[in-house]
């Protein structure tokens, strides 16, 4: 049943909606909807169109992948009775974990390998440089915190629906928003830079985010 969720999540909600969204944004020419476009910067359309298809298309791969992985394991599961529910369950955490873990990475690196070709003028190309290192620090934090609570189910053998759980829950609520915060407001400040003459460097709001959000990670490690 594990399986069969996780391929269906990964078939119907996470590549059929990219690629739906991502196709009707191609024809129409419409990009307002995808996270990161700002209407009132001047982009080469067609290489932004060919982005968005190299994205469609690898995570199309990716993802029929994975689920070709998780049904190997759920007939490996079938077919060797000596296979128990914890090494399935290790085995769906595993291939779920490294299936989003990718489909992440991916589209950051396309996005920051196309920035010379996607934006026409040079202050937009610096601008989206600059933003990559607050969003690589984002990726990282939210990577790092989805890590930390699958750990401590795993090594505190925490259940669902308990409240250990739902502490954790609340934990990763507050630190995700913390996180999402800091970046809109690093991510606004560079908007708002009319010069890059001068190196750039971490404004000191997103900073203080970084700080306190590293602080309820630690705050959740040791509540246990």
């Known amino acids: 049943m594990g399986t069969a969720i996780m391929m269906i999540v990964t078939a119907v909600m996470m590549q059929a909606f990219v690629h739906l969204y991502f196709s009707s944004a191609v024809k129409s020419g419409n990009f307002g909807g995808i996270a990161g476009y700002d209407s009132k910067t001047e982009y080469n359309v067609p290489e932004v169109k060919k982005l968005l298809i190299r994205i469609d298309r690898h995570i199309g791969l990716v993802s029929c992948g994975c689920m070709l992985l998780l049904f190997a394991g759920a007939l490996g599961q079938m077919l060797l009775p000596?296979?128990?529910?914890?090494?399935?369950a290790v085995?769906?955490?595993?291939?779920?974990?490294?299936?989003?873990l990718e489909f992440i990475l991916s589209i950051a690196y396309f996005n920051y390998q196309s920035i010379d070709?996607?934006?026409?003028?040079?202050i937009d190309k610096q601008r989206s440089r600059c933003g990559w290192i607050s969003s690589a620090?984002?990726?990282?934090?939210?990577?790092?915190?989805?890590?930390?609570?699958?750990?401590?189910?795993?090594g505190k053998r925490i259940e669902n629906n308990t409240e250990p759980a739902l502490q954790c829950a609340a934990y990763i609520i507050l630190i995700c928003v913390i996180d999402c915060a800091?970046?809109?407001?690093?991510?606004?400040?560079?908007?708002?830079?009319?010069?890059?003459?001068?190196?750039?460097?971490?404004?000191?709001?997103?900073i203080a985010g970084i700080i306190v959000s590293i602080v309820f990670m630690i705050l959740m490690a040791v509540s246990w």
């Open 137 to 154: 620090i984002f990726l990282f934090l939210i990577v790092a915190v989805c890590g930390e609570c699958i750990a401590l189910f795993i």
């Open 182 to 206: 800091a970046l809109f407001w690093e991510q606004n400040r560079i908007k708002k830079m009319k010069s890059f003459e001068r190196p750039y460097r971490l404004g000191k709001g997103f």
């Open 82 to 88: 000596e296979m128990g529910e914890k090494e399935s």
């Open 117 to 122: 070709d996607i934006f026409v003028y040079e």
């Open 91 to 100: 085995m769906i955490v595993a291939v779920s974990a490294a299936y989003i």
